[in-house]
């Protein structure tokens, strides 16, 4: 426990700085004054103090900062940026030496002498080793690190409270959940067993042709050990990367881009980590897809309201993305309608208006214009966020000139999400006639009683007299229109063609109505 309050201690220490920099932002004198104009310049020197902040204090904040460089909801576009390279440092060795992990649990089945060091991370490590005459990879979790990872999301979840007393009102809605977030994706990646099953499922959904995910190797693999296919590729970004393949860097961008557009909107489960460092071309030019522990899985319900995230920002629909935001509940349901679609229309308008249009900018600019409302970013939301800007950086560092909006529109067209838009309004047609069908049934039989009853005198219909000036002989005509129209949805279930001829006067009786008014 005193571990614990010294640990806490130490991060208050760390990031009082930062929060009294705030809050003379807010109010010059802390508790009263106006407010204070910062530069751009100095808010860029602030985060990059607070990115080295995280990296002293260890694994656990490294990928905090990794994590709020994927919510724009809680952090300004500057420090986004700033964060956002943490995704490739690699911080001081952190509880312990990985190799004690290999010899305690895999000295007997394989011939650790052979063992190489491939890359570093804040979590694990990742060796290769002589494996039944092949070279295998071995992902490896750092001794120790769960437990500093478990008290290090138990410090953040004391100081969030701290954090939301003095944070902007805006901010309230998405820092409740915030450190739940946290700990849902970071003790996610320490779970060898789930990224093993994630991986699996992901390389049955890739074409094996263009896309390569390493294989699991079950028998060498354990809670802290992760034993896979070693998969050798140049690093995608490097010059050459292309040079001895049949690929250019436009098509590589396009594949890389179809295929997380495949993995999010049709599979529903995606590997949510595509910076430089974890994509690789194959020496027969297929690209190659490492480090699974940021994967996700999406429910049938998330996938379809993405699926119309995407789809409303490709076709400028306001309505339709107004919906699919609150039913992500990014924002709430209690959210005027009315005053978010007039932001909406704006943030189209404001993209419109630009040469040139990214997936990026769109975020930015949605999340800008969103925060004078209650709006937070799910996890799901969140990766699949990060997904579209790293993914479009990556591509555009690849092709500068690759356009990610156009990539999005021809997947949403090739498979048939956007073309079934008159699909879903025949469906729709279709469904409401069909639940009609018992009342049409029943309709002859009612129009014989109704007109037994005019017969007999039991049915009177009284009416005041009215002047005739033309309106009335054109209402007269419309509702001839209609009685036809009706009379023809009635008929169409008889093998006489008499539908033909009430739907032709009906028609002819609106076109009189029409001119008449």
Not at 46 to 73: H, I, N, W, Y
């Amino acid at each position: 426990m005193m571990g614990f309050y010294r640990r806490y201690l130490a991060v208050v220490v760390t990031f009082l700085p930062f929060a009294w920099a705030f809050l003379r932002d807010a109010r010059r004198f802390v508790l009263f004054g106006p407010s204070r104009s910062v530069s751009e310049a100095e808010h860029r020197r602030r985060a990059t103090k607070l990115r080295d902040a995280m990296l002293e204090l260890g694994p656990a904040f490294v990928k905090v900062g990794q994590v709020l460089s994927t919510r724009p909801d809680v952090v300004p576009p500057t420090y986004v940026e700033v964060l956002s390279t943490l995704q490739d440092e690699v911080p001081e060795d952190a509880g312990g030496d990985p190799l004690t992990v290999l010899e305690d649990e895999l000295a007997d089945g394989l011939d650790l002498e052979t063992l190489e060091p491939v890359a570093g991370g804040s979590l694990a490590f990742v060796y290769t080793v002589e494996h039944d005459g092949e070279r295998i990879a071995l992902k490896v979790r750092r001794p120790g690190i769960q437990a500093i990872i478990e008290r290090d999301l138990a410090v953040i979840r004391r100081i969030v409270p701290l954090i939301a007393i003095i944070a902007p009102e805006r901010y309230e809605y998405s820092l409740k959940n915030v450190a739940s977030d946290f700990e849902t994706i970071i003790l996610e990646e320490l779970d060898f067993d789930r990224e093993a099953t994630m991986m699996r499922e992901i390389r049955s959904n890739v074409d094996e042709s263009q896309v390569v995910v390493p294989a699991v190797y079950d028998e060498l693999s354990s809670e802290r050990v992760l034993a896979m296919e070693f998969v050798p590729g140049r690093k995608i970004t490097d010059e050459n990367a292309l040079a001895a393949v049949e690929r250019t860097p436009t098509e590589m961008a396009t594949l890389l881009a179809k295929t997380y557009l495949q993995m999010g909107l049709v599979d529903g489960v995606f590997h949510a980590d595509p910076h430089p460092g974890n994509l690789a071309v194959a020496d027969d030019g297929r690209l190659i897809i490492y480090d699974f522990g940021m994967s996700r899985r999406l429910t049938e319900a998330e996938q379809d309201d993405l699926v119309d995230i995407y789809r409303a920002l490709v076709m400028r629909d306001v309505d339709r993305l107004l919906d699919a935001l609150i039913d992500l509940e990014v924002l709430e349901r209690s959210v005027d309608r009315s005053e978010v679609r007039r932001v909406l229309e704006l943030v189209i308008e404001n993209l419109e208006g630009r040469s040139e249009i990214t997936w990026r900018a769109i975020i930015t600019e949605l999340m800008q214009m969103l925060h004078d409302f209650p709006f937070r970013i799910p996890p799901n939301v969140m990766l699949l966020v990060r997904v579209g800007t790293v993914g479009e950086g990556v591509c555009r560092q690849l092709d500068p000139e690759f356009d990610f909006i156009t990539v999005t529109r021809e997947f949403l067209v090739e498979h048939g999400f956007i073309e079934s838009e008159l699909r879903e309004l025949a469906s729709e047609i279709r469904r409401d006639f069909q639940s009609s069908i018992p009342a049409l049934a029943r309709a002859p039989t009612r129009f014989d009683r109704v007109a037994t009853q005019i017969e007999r005198g039991e049915l009177v219909v009284r009416t005041e007299p009215v002047e005739d000036d033309g309106a009335t002989r054109a209402i007269g005509y419309a509702i001839l229109s209609g009685a036809l129209f009706v009379a023809a949805s009635i008929l169409v279930f008889y093998d006489q063609p008499y539908e033909l001829l009430a739907l032709a006067g009906g028609v002819l009786c609106a076109l009189v109505y029409v001119r008449s008014r």
